[in-house]
């Protein structure tokens, strides 16, 4: 992994497309460390244009934004003079929580800014159990703005044969909302892209324990290309991401048949309010939590 640190010259980006909901996304690093593991299996930032010129190795380099506090402040007064409301997506094209945050505490200096300079609305999502890392921390924030956290869960399954590695068990990132949830914050499962279960209905009734809404995806509706084109033409062990669910004998879990009969499990059970599915669920499941 080759690390490197950099000066950006912004870090909110007005925003567009799955993200239409929100007026900017914000990203605290350039690349994602987590590239190689599962969950990047199916991830096409590599794709979006200032990715694939700024980072050459997908997964397997990260820039660091070491301004981007300075940055947060600055770009925050541009956007209030113009009197238009702030609602952030956090992050589009990174995660805010890679293993690096430790080290740098990028995320954790901007999420302390914003006690200062509290946007109106903050989706904080990431596929680690690390953010409770600023468990104190987001609690104040949530006082100052509506703020959801969401964790990513692509799968019941601690291990998909023949799949790269999670990069955080399973085990883990449910054991996070729970805490995150117990302290007050507005929790949200994601589920996305949806990779074969185990058990549905089990998976459905723990994500409902510890979240107050999930969101299920499909790479078929919702790597923001048509029929999934970007999804299926990404190679991870010598095979796109349809093939090699083919070749560990759930070929099912490429069509939208089988993924609408998790959506109907999981609303049988949790209820069609706290579902969301696509895009189009996504922003209604923020907008309905964001404003209780």
Known sequence: ???????????????????????????????????????????????????????????????????????????????????????IFMSSVTDPYVPQERRYRITREILTEMLEL?????????????????????????KRCYLTVQITIETDQEMLMGFPRHAYSVASRLAALRELKKVGLKTV?????????????????????VAAAVILDHYLIGDGSPNGTRTRRKVVHDLTVPELISATACNAWNTMERFYQVVETFQRILGKKRVGVGAEGFLEIVGNYNKR
């Open 118 to 142: 509290p946007p109106d609305i903050l989706v904080l999502q990431t596929h680690t159990p690390n953010m409770l890392w600023d468990v104190g921390t987001l609690y104040r924030l949530h």
């Open 189 to 209: 499962g994601v589920v996305s892209p949806l990779l074969p279960l185990a058990d549905p209905k089990l998976f459905a009734t723990r994500l409902g324990e």
């Open 1 to 87: 992994m080759t690390v490197t640190e950099c000066e950006a010259k912004s870090i909110l980006t007005p925003t567009g497309g799955f993200l239409t909901g929100f007026s900017h996304t914000l990203n605290p690093y350039v690349g994602c460390s987590l590239g190689r593991s599962l969950c990047g299996m199916a991830c096409y930032a590599e794709e979006i244009r200032f990715s694939s010129r700024e980072i050459h190795h997908w997964g397997q380099s990260l820039k660091v934004k070491l301004n981007a506090k300075s940055l947060y402040r600055r770009d925050y007064a541009r956007v209030r003079r113009k009197g238009t409301p702030l609602s």
